[in-house]
């Protein structure tokens, strides 16, 4: 983000907020996400928490980690309220989780999982791929890891004797330096990242190519854990959906690369609750 583009959103952001929080020395809301999502986005994450809190009266706070299984962990340990995971640990963990909120991106509440490569390194198909060094995002990531080890799976091929080695980078951003760089000859990412990379820094992922897209599957969802109030639910719930028709809102939805945020039933992510049961990952 460019400083003047950073300092109009703090200006919508602070015509917003009022003289000071509507509820003195209530308790923060923690908002838990991981740099699978948001990686090095500190000034933004404080600009999104001005702009929740002043809607909900009360603070918010995000805390980040670098794994998901660090927020997750925290998520249903109770010290958390909610938290932006994948699809993949949701329905690991759905009886005790809820749905608060699924982005929209392009129009709808959904994203693929890509398999990328170097741009000029020769392999132009996943099964090229075999016996080369190959970058995961997240063990708990659907598009990072779930997705290309079940499509594997599809293919006959064993994914854990598939490549010569394999490592993580704990975020989405870290996979396509990863390849840019020769760190590694290839690594399964989120295309909601990629493309969203693409717009930032198009020198950076133009040194990649796309050589799997994955069918369609829920967005990684905003969930809560389900010991948090229903009112307090119901009020996060309301102030992420009606995030698009506020000007400050739309500003930080833009920088998310997203329209905003939508109400979805937990049938979204029965694709990666079957890919799950597949590789008997299921719980």
């Known amino acids: 983000m460019t400083l003047n583009r950073r300092r109009f959103i703090r200006h919508l952001v602070a015509t917003t907020l ?13 908002f838990g ?11 933004f994450l404080n600009d999104w928490a001005a702009w929740l809190g002043a809607r909900l009266g009360r603070p ?15 998520l249903l340990g109770g010290q958390l309220d909610l938290a932006w995971i994948c699809g993949y640990p949701y329905v690991q963990h759905q009886d005790a989780l809820e749905l608060i909120a699924v982005p929209s991106f392009q129009g709808q509440p959904l994203y693929r999982a890509y398999v990328i490569a170097a741009a000029e390194g020769g392999v132009q198909s996943f099964e090229e791929l075999a016996g080369r060094l190959f970058a995961w995002a997240d063990p708990d990531s659907n598009s990072g890891y779930l997705y290309p080890r079940s ?9 854990d004797h598939f490549f010569r080695r394999t490592f993580f980078t704990w975020g989405h951003p870290r996979s396509v330096v990863a390849v840019a760089e020769g760190l590694a000859d290839g690594a399964a990412v989120d295309g909601y990242v990629w493309e969203t990379l693409a717009r930032r820094d198009p020198a950076l992922t133009g040194q990649t190519q796309i050589i799997l897209r994955s069918p369609l599957f829920g967005f990684p969802p905003i969930v809560a854990a389900r010991d948090l109030p229903a009112a307090d639910r119901t009020r996060l719930r309301e102030i992420l959906i009606g995030q698009a028709g506020d000007a400050a809102g739309r500003a930080l939805l833009a920088e998310l690369n997203l329209d905003g945020f939508v109400t979805a039933e937990p049938a979204l992510f029965t694709d990666i609750a079957a890919m799950a049961r597949q590789l008997g990952r299921s719980g």
């Open 18 to 30: 009022g003289a000071a929080w509507p509820v003195l020395g209530a308790s923060p809301v923690r």
């Open 33 to 43: 996400v991981t740099a699978v999502m948001l990686d090095d986005r500190v000034g």
């Open 60 to 74: 918010v706070v995000f805390v980040q980690r670098a794994r998901y299984r660090e927020i997750l962990d925290l």
């Open 151 to 159: 499509h594997l799976a599809g293919l006959g091929r064993d994914p």
